[in-house]
């Protein structure tokens, strides 16, 4: 029978770098077809869209609560940046989020036997659009809507080969040794998640380029960040965050935040 668990070696260097890399995980005939569903998703999502967007951190959000999920936009621009979460609207994509190449590895990562999605996100780089997401930890972001983040872990497969030109993802190897790195004190509730990168003026990422279908494996409190797309080539990548089984999910909170919005809605409404 075939395993896809993480063999001895490479539990040394996920517990050493703090991440595991796959090479052609996935064939180019299923690379397409996550391709295919991805881009319809987005075309679903944003068609006709003018919906009000905020700006916070680093990014450009644009909530859609009907649905449950958040658009990202590149700026003030028309080009989306990235969908989260998205597996209840595409069940294709949701199958291959439960491929046993993906869920197996977690089990040692997360420390279960039934990972189960935490969130997802479809990241966009479109050619010559598609911008940087600034170092950080995911720790962070999910601190207030997790039961432990510390137990919840990524794999990204890549959509398109991943090179510096075009954005890939790029990681500092130990990091996630420090814990909770320091964040930023300049800007909004949501940019300080994002690691203050004046106080570690020594720390060097080094990228990781990989071929489409190839996966990166990492923790909560890895360090990473990626580079704007200076290429005429896309740089699509879907991210798959599980954690053990009967937590909340980032779906589960999103809703919950609808439900009480619409609640102060409905009572704002009566009072007047």
């Known amino acids: 029978m075939t395993t896809y668990e993480l063999d001895s070696l490479e539990r040394e260097s996920f517990a050493r770098d703090g991440y595991v890399i796959r090479r052609d995980v ?7 077809d996550m391709r295919k569903h991805s881009e319809a998703l987005v075309s679903e999502l944003v068609r006709d869209r003018k919906a009000r967007r905020y700006h916070v ?40 989020a439960h491929d046993s190449r993906l869920l197996e590895p977690m089990r040692a990562i997360v ?3 039934a990972p189960m999605l935490f969130t997802e996100k479809l990241n966009l780089k479109r050619p010559r659009h598609g911008g940087p997401n600034p170092l950080h930890q995911d720790f962070p972001y999910w601190r207030s ?14 959509l398109d080969d991943s090179s510096v030109e075009n954005g ?14 320091q964040t930023r004190k300049d800007t909004d509730e949501f940019g300080a998640n994002e690691i203050d990168a004046s ?20 923790g909560a409190y890895l360090v990473h960040q990626s580079t704007p797309n200076t290429s005429d080539k896309e740089r699509r990548a879907l991210l798959f965050s599980y954690q053990p089984p009967g937590w909340p999910t980032s779906l589960d909170s999103l809703r919950q935040y609808a439900e009480e919005r619409a ?10």
Do not use: Q
Not at 263 to 272: L, P
């Open 57 to 96: 951190g680093s990014y450009t959000f644009d909530p859609d609560l009907l649905r449950g999920v958040y658009i990202k936009w590149e700026g003030d621009t028309d080009v989306v940046h990235g969908i989260e979460p998205f597996a209840h609207l595409s069940p294709p994509l949701s199958d291959w």
């Open 26 to 32: 996935f064939s180019a005939a299923e690379v397409e």
């Open 168 to 181: 890939c993802t790029w990681v500092v190897p130990g990091s996630h040794k420090s814990g909770m790195w």
């Open 199 to 218: 106080a570690y003026p020594d720390v060097k990422p080094i990228p990781v380029e990989l071929s489409a279908g190839s996966t990166v494996s990492f």
């Open 145 to 158: 809507e997790a039961i432990d983040a510390g137990r919840i872990a990524t794999t990204i497969i890549y």
């Open 263 to 272: 609640a102060r809605k409905a009572a704002k409404t009566n009072a007047s």
């Open 111 to 113: 420390g279960c036997d």
